[in-house]
């Protein structure tokens, strides 16, 4: 186990050192309003889980990271084209998105997706339901595979104003997004109900940045056996621990 | 902490007049506050912008050049026939990738690997617009120089457009007599029908103007922080676990601010753009220049 993590450890350093010229300064893109996983503080800084883990990685393979947002909707797009070298948004690894972008492997476990509806509506019938959920996500994709009717929204935070204004029944998200939503809100409560969906998120890369992935491959693993990630899973609360 | 007043170290014990004057100055709301400043610096650039490309490509669409001509007609009629979210959202990353594509071809002739691979948009590392070294800031100015120029080519056709007509709408004796005095047809131009066309352009115009006052919350698209996606930001609903200031949905308030915000801005800019249409007019051979003699 020793051998390994010193392996991994300088596994991340020649990496880290090969890199320096091709990605000098790393950018890293994320949305900013998914909280845990990412948002912006009162300072208008990309916080959370994410950019905790984050600044973590880049320390350990040795880059220089810089932090942006861009709307969800377009931050495929906006990778493949260069504008930014990571996608670290609370991205869940799937086959369709793995066909455009590479991921790393994944940093949380698979994260169960919850139901939120309206006080007193806990009996509504699921499978006939209005559900919302945010555009491009693996809850919309689900949905839209039940007999349920999506509605989508551009932010995670229109999906719950939605349920609240009674435009839809409920709204399906990852359950770390929810939990304190559910907690904080009288009006919301969370079903019992969850869906198993989607496998773990993970950072999104260019495929032709082979090199980048590795590095961060490598940092990841690093964390994982020194137990890092898992306190920072656990400080943040999203999901269960490695 | 960026904090204002020294007492907003812990904002859940102050009473609500402290807690909102520690909220409202809060970093966030403080680039809320310069959001405005980036939308209005937007309009002042991209209004003479879109008229310059207006003027050219009305003088290219009636050219006696055919290429030249055809070249003014396409523009016009292709860009306003596209819809304009579409144009935010393709264009801009193809204009991008284009600098991109015209620089690397320049600073790295040895490049073995393709450009497009698979997906992937790669140019090598001295290429990139902005460097991936730059500053955040640099790469802020850039978006926003990139929105500006988009900006500019769209409302630039429909400008052209109005302007092309309004050329048209000077009096056909007022040529004729330039003709007559002996004026080339440059001198026509430039020394009648420019000055008189104004006057029929500036409806169009004012139009203009006010449809891309309202079209600034498409910068958002363009990756530009705006104001839009501030109050986006600010107003959604905030838990204490994530903020010093948690709050429920107040998206209503700050849109509400918005609104105001764009009446007080089309108002202003109505009174001025009469102030320029009374001067226009003086002295023309319109009903209004007319109504002015009669006055006067």
């Known amino acids: ?242 | 902490m960026f904090d204002i007043f020294s007492f907003c170290a812990d904002p859940a014990v102050l009473d609500t007049g402290k807690w909102f004057a520690c909220y409202l100055t809060t970093g966030k709301h403080m680039a809320f506050y310069a959001s405005f400043g980036t939308v209005l610096l937007l309009l002042a650039i991209t209004a003479p912008t879109a008229l310059a490309f207006g003027f050219g490509g009305a003088a290219a669409a009636r050219s006696r050049i055919a290429p030249l001509r055809w070249l003014g007609k396409i523009y016009i009629s292709g860009v306003r026939g596209i819809p304009d979210i579409a144009f935010f959202l393709f264009f801009v990353i193809a204009l991008d990738q284009g600098f991109e594509w015209l620089r690397h071809q320049w600073l790295c002739p040895d490049w073995d690997q393709p450009i497009r691979q698979g997906n992937d948009f790669v140019v090598c590392a001295a290429a990139k617009l902005p460097l991936n070294t730059a500053d955040q800031s640099v790469h802020e100015w850039y978006g926003f120089a990139t929105a500006i120029l988009t900006f500019a080519i769209v409302f630039g056709a429909f400008s052209a457009n109005v302007l092309f007509g309004a050329m048209r709408a000077v009096p056909k004796g007022q040529i004729e007599t330039a003709e007559a005095y002996g004026m080339t047809s440059r001198q026509t131009f430039w020394r009648v029908i420019v000055p008189q066309m104004w006057v029929y352009a500036l409806p169009g115009l004012s139009n203009l103007w006010m449809v891309l006052i309202k079209a600034t919350p498409l910068l958002f698209l363009l990756g530009v922080e705006d104001i839009v996606y501030w109050a986006r930001e600010l107003g959604g609903t905030k838990q204490p676990r994530f903020t010093d200031y948690p709050h429920g949905d107040w998206r209503l308030w700050y849109f509400l601010a918005l609104l105001v915000f764009y009446l007080a801005f089309t108002k202003v800019s109505e009174i001025v753009l009469d102030r320029i249409m009374r001067r226009l007019t003086l002295g023309q051979a319109t009903t209004g220049g007319e109504a002015q003699r009669v006055a006067a």
């Not at chain 1, 990271?65 to 861009?70: D, I, K, L, M, S």
């Not at chain 1, 940092?219 to 137990?227: C, E, H, L, R």
């Open chain 1, 1 to 242: 186990m020793k051998n390994l993590i010193l392996t991994t450890a300088a596994l991340a350093i020649t990496a880290g050192a090969a890199l320096a010229d091709g990605h000098s300064v790393v950018r890293m893109g994320t949305e900013g309003a998914y909280p845990p996983y990412n948002f912006l503080d009162d300072n208008g800084e990309v916080a959370g889980f994410e950019r905790d883990l984050g600044d973590e990685l880049c320390a350990r393979a040795e880059l220089t990271c810089e932090w942006v947002t861009n709307e969800w909707d377009s931050i495929i797009p906006n990778l493949v084209s260069g504008n930014y070298d990571v996608i670290i948004a609370g991205m869940s690894i799937t086959a369709e998105r793995d066909e455009v972008i590479d991921f790393t492997q994944a940093y949380t476990q698979p994260d169960p997706s919850a139901y939120v509806v309206l006080a007193g509506n806990e009996s509504v019938d699921l499978s006939s339901a209005v559900i919302a959920a945010q555009t491009n996500t693996i809850q919309a994709s689900f949905i839209a595979g039940t007999g349920a009717t999506l509605v989508e929204f551009a932010t995670p935070e229109e999906t719950v104003a939605a349920v609240q204004a009674g435009e839809a029944d409920a709204v399906l998200a990852d359950k770390s997004f929810l939990a304190p939503i559910a907690d904080g809100e009288a009006d919301l409560v969370m079903l019992d109900q969850q869906e198993l969906i989607g496998g773990g998120v993970g950072m999104g890369l260019r495929e032709s940045d082979g090199e980048l992935r590795e590095a961060f491959n490598a940092a990841i693993q690093s964390m994982k056996d020194d137990g890092t990630l898992n306190a920072l899973i656990a400080e943040w609360e999203v999901g269960e621990q490695f």
